[in-house]
Nanobody, 119 residues
Framework: QVQLVESGGGLVQPGGSLRLSCAASGVSGFTFSRYTMSWYRQFPGLGSELVASTISAGGFKNYADSVKGRFTIPRDNAKKLLYLQMSSLKPGDAAVYFC?????????WGQGTQVTVSA
């Protein structure tokens, strides 16, 4: 079992920056570095969208076209933390952001954190 807790959401003005964090924990033997970690976002009344993902070693990273060049997805395996560094935020980025951990076809989700982009 894996627990994920997101934080860092809030209100930011267009053009601003925000960093989301996802803290991972698990039972004895949990090895964060083995998991593929992702950020998703969900817009009101719509399905979720994959924002970015990073494999266990952190070398390969994948981004949605809508956030390329603006968002990055660093991870700190020693601290069991995943981040989403967001810059040049747009009103269209406003959503609930979720982190997901995946290992061997098992997915674990956090509870989400709200990001609002408004002047």
């Amino acid at each position: 079992q894996v627990q994920l807790v997101e934080s860092g959401g809030g209100l930011v003005q267009p053009g601003g920056s925000l960093r989301l964090s996802c803290a991972a924990s698990g039972v004895s033997g949990f090895t964060f570095s083995r998991y593929t970690m992702s950020w998703y976002r969900q817009f009101p009344g719509l399905g979720s969208e994959l924002v970015a993902s990073t494999i266990s070693a952190g070398g390969f990273k994948n981004y949605a076209d809508s956030v390329k060049g603006r968002f990055t997805i660093p991870r700190d395996n020693a601290k069991k933390l995943l981040y989403l560094q967001m810059s040049s935020l747009k009103p269209g980025d406003a959503a609930v952001y979720f982190c997901k951990a995946r290992l061997e076809r098992l997915d674990y989700w956090g509870q989400g954190t709200q990001v609002t982009v408004s002047a």
